[in-house]
């Protein structure tokens, strides 16, 4: 069974910095589009970040200049440096992992293979 294990989230002030991870298990991260979405309580998911089997990267105009995605595929590991945060950044991400590619994986209604369970990120003022 594929597994995304989430992990770094945590609570900060604004304008300080976060990592986030993920970990894909059962499956070759290279051979998969990824991203970043979150949803805080209330509010429709959002895509946050992505990057596609080849690197392409793909951000929300809310995140652009603060957020960076990368991957490592010798390590299965996905992850998002949050810098700048902000308490609108408040949420729970969610890293998934898509057979789809890029473009489908952060459009609306965000399809993909796979989801882990989310981390909680809180950004106090």
């Known amino acids: 069974q594929v597994q995304l294990v989430e992990s770094g989230g945590g609570s900060v002030e604004a304008g300080g910095s976060l990592r986030l991870s993920c970990t894909i298990s059962?499956?070759?991260?290279?051979?998969?589009?990824m991203g970043w979405f979150r949803q805080a309580p209330g509010k429709e998911r959002e895509g946050v970040a992505a990057?596609?089997?080849?690197?392409?990267?793909r951000y929300a105009d809310s995140v652009k200049g603060r957020f960076t995605i990368s991957k490592d595929n010798a390590k299965n590991t996905l992850s998002l440096q949050m810098n700048s945060l902000k308490p609108e950044d408040t949420a729970t991400y969610y890293c998934?992992?898509?057979?789809?590619?890029?473009?489908?994986?952060?459009?609306?209604?965000?399809?993909?293979?796979?989801w882990g369970q989310g981390t909680q990120v809180t950004v106090s003022s």
């Open positions: 059962k499956y070759i991260l290279s051979s998969l589009s």
């Open positions: 998934a992992a898509s057979l789809f590619g890029l473009a489908t994986l952060m459009q609306p209604p965000y399809r993909a293979n796979y």
């Open positions: 990057i596609d089997r080849d690197g392409t990267t």
